[in-house]
């Protein structure tokens, strides 16, 4: 399937990733004003904005880390407030700053996201060692307590983690931080292809030229809205330009 394909066919589907007038505010302080924001299966969706702009605070919500003061967030049609457990099945996060249980080796780590999950024995097996191949994950790290890791190591450990579960959404905030070019790289190819097999990749990155060259749609948060949306698919000059949108967006 194309890029333009998949384009094309986000306005017949069902979006996987509704979010509906979301406001979240921290005391007096408002940071999201009403965002309202669709992604559909089969799209790499990228979310930015400068920092403290309200982008990981968006993904906060959608993954229930955070309550917010009013809206709606479903996630394959689970409300993250409603339906918690059965949103949180649908979807695989990587944090900025990876998140993990640092006394645990990485094979136990792993072992225990695949029990959350109900994974099999054979499946877990298949996918921790495709995840960690991709990855350039050595196997035999796997036996090190994840403490001993370097932070790239550790991100890898959370990527793979993601994932071995096949989720319908990856949700990925900052996922390049501290990762080696060749990994970058590496993760880029997987994004791209998990959303060409119908899958929804949701990801922030301050990486513009990253975004403008994989993703599918764009938006960029001002102001605790999403304040434009590009479809770099039927606006390919967007790509070239999306720095430059970005730059104007904030007045700098």
Same mark, same amino acid.
């Given at each position: 399937m194309t890029d333009n394909s998949i384009a094309n066919e986000t306005a017949e589907r069902t979006p996987s990733v509704v979010i509906e007038n979301l406001y979240k505010s921290y005391g007096s302080k408002e940071v999201l004003k009403g965002l309202n924001l669709s992604v559909y299966p089969g799209e790499l969706f990228g979310f930015i904005g400068k920092n403290g702009i309200g982008k990981s605070t968006t993904i906060d919500c959608m993954i229930g880390a955070k309550q917010f003061n009013s809206g709606k967030i479903t996630l394959d049609g689970f409300d993250i407030v409603k339906e918690p457990l059965k949103a949180k099945s649908h979807f695989g996060y990587v944090a900025s700053e990876p998140s993990c249980y640092e006394v645990m080796t990485g094979y136990d780590y792993l072992e225990f996201i695949a029990g959350i999950y109900k994974i099999s024995e054979g499946e877990f097996v298949k996918n921790y060692t495709y995840l960690c %191949?991709?990855?350039?994950?050595?196997?035999? =790290? &796997? +036996?090190?307590?994840?403490?001993? #890791?370097?932070?790239?190591? $550790?991100?890898?450990?959370?990527?793979?983690?993601?994932?071995?579960?096949?989720?319908?959404?990856?949700?990925?905030?900052?996922?390049?931080? %501290?990762?080696?070019?060749?990994?970058?790289? =590496? &993760? +880029?190819?997987?994004?791209?292809? #998990?959303?060409?097999?119908? $899958?929804?990749?949701?990801?922030?990155?301050?990486?513009?030229?990253?975004?403008?060259?994989?993703?599918?749609?764009?938006?960029?948060?001002?102001?605790g809205t999403v304040a434009a949306l590009y479809d770099l698919n039927k606006e390919p000059n967007r790509r070239l330009q999306l720095g430059k949108l970005f730059v104007e967006m904030y007045g700098n």
């Open positions: %191949g991709r990855l350039k994950l050595d196997l035999k =790290e &796997l +036996k090190n307590r994840i403490s001993d #890791y370097s932070h790239g190591m $550790k991100q890898k450990i959370c990527l793979v983690a993601s994932l071995m579960f096949n989720p319908d959404i990856w949700i990925l905030d900052e996922p390049t931080v %501290g990762l080696d070019v060749m990994t970058v790289e =590496e &993760l +880029k190819k997987m994004m791209r292809e #998990y959303a060409d097999h119908g $899958k929804t990749v949701f990801v922030t990155s301050h990486n513009i030229e990253l975004v403008s060259r994989i993703c599918d749609r764009v938006a960029i948060i001002n102001n």
